[in-house]
Antibody, heavy 119, light 108 residues
Framework: QLVQSGAEVKKPGASVKVSCKAS????????LHWVRQAPGQGLEWMGI????????TNAPKLQGRLTMTGDTPTGTAFMELSSLRYEDTAVYYC??????????????WGRGTLVTVSS | EVVLTQSPGTLSLSPGERATLSCRAS???????LGWYQQKPGQPPRVIIY???SRATGIPDRFSGGGSGTDFTLTISRLEPEDFAVYHC?????????FGQGTKVEIK
């Protein structure tokens, strides 16, 4: 399972860091994604991290504001979003990628972390 | 970047009816990397179809996926009460791993 940290309230311009702790599988063996969902909206893919080597790819619109890291010994992934704006208010999910041949679908999701940006 | 457009936005049906959801890609894509997710209020999404037409573990056979090129469908042959939810399609063959905007299947 993937267990995420609790809800956060942040002011515009601040940063937020959300954690996602994996259990029941080998953390380094599966790519980890971050997906967010604004209130009443669809799913927005944010980025991917390879826990084995730490390499990441961000969605272009979040370039420069999104940092994804991982701590293999504890099996925990982190997503940090800086320079927060009101429109960053959303539920943030971590999701595991399951690969068969090539890229894979998201077979395991965290329960989500609500981040509210409010002055 | 592949853009996915789902239609309709909302589908109002009764239990027992057939639901057909559409997902159109902005360019031809491989069905091998097309997935569908179901999401209920307050819950994360869960995969129901991957590889265009393969049912995920535990998904009943009333769910089926199909299509090719730019047009893909998710069909629920007979709606059960637990099927009323939002459904998202996703193309995961390349980055960004885009999602459609979702189709809500609601009780009529």
């Amino acid at each position: 399972q993937l267990v995420q940290s609790g809800a956060e309230v942040k002011k515009p311009g601040a940063s937020v860091k959300v954690s996602c702790k994996a259990s029941g599988y080998t953390f380094a063996n599966f790519y980890l994604h971050w997906v967010r969902q604004a209130p009443g909206q669809g799913l927005e893919w944010m980025g991917i991290m390879n826990p084995d080597d730490g390499r990441t790819t961000n969605a272009p619109k979040l370039q420069g504001r999104l940092t994804m890291t991982g701590d293999t010994p504890t099996g925990t992934a982190f997503m940090e979003l800086s320079s927060l704006r009101y429109e960053d208010t959303a539920v943030y999910y971590c999701a595991r990628e399951y690969r068969i041949l090539g890229n894979g679908y998201f077979d395991l999701w965290g329960r989500g972390t609500l981040v509210t940006v409010s002055s | 970047e592949v853009v996915l457009t789902q239609s309709p936005g909302t589908l109002s049906l009764s239990p027992g009816e057939r639901a057909t959801l559409s997902c159109r890609a902005s360019q031809g894509v491989s069905a091998s990397y097309l997935g569908w997710y179901q999401q209920k209020p307050g819950q994360p999404p869960r995969v129901i179809i991957y590889g265009g037409s393969s049912r995920a573990t535990g998904i009943p056979d009333r769910f089926s996926g199909g299509g090719s090129g730019t047009d893909f469908t998710l069909t629920i042959s007979r709606l059960e009460p637990e099927d009323f939810a939002v459904y998202h399609c996703q193309y995961y063959g390349s980055s960004p791993r885009t999602f459609g905007q979702g189709t809500k299947v609601e009780i009529k």
